[in-house]
């Protein structure tokens, strides 16, 4: 079984607060990821691979993810989520971590990474895989400087790469 979180999140990074998703972040949450995939030619599915972050509650809330946003002088700037996944032993996905242009460089992509990563461990999950596009290049660096390894079975659509990493040691 794994374990619940019980505690909401509320964690600051540089001035830069991260914190649990609520309902009235749903537009901006979306508004951010729609931007950022545009940015790079990408498509917004809100029918297919983006359909959770219109329904954070069924996707994320009621399966024992979490979906979280960043942000910075009241206004959101970023996100980052996971939801347990059917592959690989204890595994969970993360989703939707994109952070606008202005606020990329800063570290903060990769502290989000490094916290969304101690949740996963703190929960019990052994196991976290990661779809991305090519195209989303400093993504792919992130994961890939940050111990993801390629693996195969990519399974939206959009998405061209998917990555694994063990939790176990």
């Keep these: 079984m794994i374990a619940q979180r019980n505690k909401l999140l509320k964690n600051y990074y540089k001035d830069f607060l991260i914190r649990d998703w609520e309902k009235r972040d749903r537009t901006a949450a979306s508004e951010i990821i729609q931007s950022v995939l545009s940015e790079y030619g990408l498509l917004f599915e809100p029918n297919g691979a983006d359909c959770d972050v219109l329904q ?3 996707y994320y809330l009621t399966t024992g993810g979490e979906f979280w946003v960043i942000e910075h002088q009241n206004q959101l700037v970023g996100t980052g989520a996971y939801y347990q ?3 690989g032993e204890k595994a969970v996905e993360i989703r939707k971590m994109y952070i606008l242009p202005s606020y990329r ?3 903060l992509g990769k502290y989000l990474l490094q916290q969304l990563e101690a949740a996963i461990a703190s929960r ?3 196991q976290i895989w990661i779809e991305t596009a090519s195209v989303l290049v400093e993504a792919v660096k992130l994961y890939e400087s940050n111990g993801y390894e390629k693996a195969t079975g990519v399974e939206t659509l959009r998405c061209d790469r998917v990555y694994v990493k063990s939790l176990r040691h």
Excluded: D, P, S
Aim: charge should be negative; aromatic fraction near 8%; avoid cysteine.
């Design 56 to 58: 954070v509650e069924e």
């Design 85 to 87: 996944v059917k592959r």
């Design 105 to 107: 460089g800063l570290g």
């Design 124 to 126: 019990g999950f052994e």
